[in-house]
């Protein structure tokens, strides 16, 4: 189901990234920075498409990024023909809500809802997980937030944020709220010969293949700990080289089910 995927994208999708040509010494991120947003652009705009391996589209929609000047919350806001979402983060990227709504009957049928809700409550830094079916709770699901973890469904702006910041190593948590598992990961950046290999997989779209090295950084990321023994594949994200480094391309080398989502910038360009 597409658009289950297309959400779970970041689903086990657990993530991504390495960079490609020489960069700064890679610093690490082993504390929660309580003012990334400032490092995003105030707007973003993106048509996302989603495309197989032989460069076909199976499904798009508009991505729109905001970032508050004064408070420096994040708004996420997807809209697509099947499904609509809108998330809430705090400066430091710590996700405070998000409601996604599928609209596609199919859809609906398969995942047993029609909503997901997430609220976190940081008086007792927890995250409440809901699905809903019409407007009813079918379940709730409470996970306990450690400081350093973030959402997987808009890690890869925490990713730009980090790259703004001159930083290209990620060692730390991140939660698939599509069942509200925290999953411990490590990006790291990608070149020479493991760039090389991967940009050679005739299983990668054309365009994915064919991006210049020279005007992107590429990045990649693998879950550590317990979790390795179910999730063996990686993640993969490419960001622009030129700042603000927006997002590219980002997937997972998942080979039962691999799609790759493909950004377009509509910020003027």
């Known amino acids: 189901m597409r658009k289950r995927f297309l959400r779970f994208w970041p689903a086990c999708f657990l993530l991504l990234f390495a960079g490609c040509l020489p960069q700064p010494p890679a610093q690490e991120e082993t504390a929660a920075d309580q003012n990334l947003s400032r490092l995003l652009p105030l707007v973003q705009r993106y048509n996302v498409s989603i495309i197989n391996p032989d460069d076909h589209r199976l499904y798009a929609y508009e ?12 708004t996420i806001h997807d809209t697509g023909r099947d499904y609509d979402y809108t998330g809430r983060l705090d400066r430091g990227f710590r996700l405070l809500e998000s409601d996604l709504r599928f609209k596609k ?3 609906i049928e398969k995942l047993g809802y029609d909503q997901r809700v997430t609220t976190y409550r940081a008086d007792e830094a927890v995250m409440e997980f809901s699905v809903l079916t019409g407007g009813e709770i079918l379940y709730t699901k409470e996970i306990a937030m450690e400081e350093q973890a973030y959402d997987l469904e808009t890690f890869c702006f925490f990713v730009q944020a980090l790259q703004n910041k001159g930083r290209n190593t990620f060692r730390g948590n991140v939660i698939n709220m599509n069942n509200g598992q925290l999953i411990a990961v490590e990006m790291k ?3 020479g010969r493991e760039l090389q290999k991967l940009l050679a997989k005739k299983n990668l779209p054309a365009r994915i293949r064919s991006l210049d090295e020279a005007g992107h950084y590429f990045y990649a990321m693998g879950v550590t700990g317990w979790s390795k023994i179910f999730f063996t594949y990686k993640f993969y994200l490419i960001l622009e ?10 997937w997972g080398d998942n080979p039962t089910n691999r799609v790759v989502q493909w950004f377009e910038a509509l910020n003027g360009r």
Do not use: M, Q, W, Y
Request: glycine residues 8%; charged residues 30%; proline residues 11%.
């Open 105 to 107: 009957a199919a859809d």
């Open 241 to 250: 080289r030129e700042a603000p480094h927006r997002i590219k391309a980002f």
């Open 189 to 191: 950046p990608l070149g």
């Open 63 to 74: 991505k729109k990024v905001t970032v508050d000047p004064a408070s420096g919350e994040i």
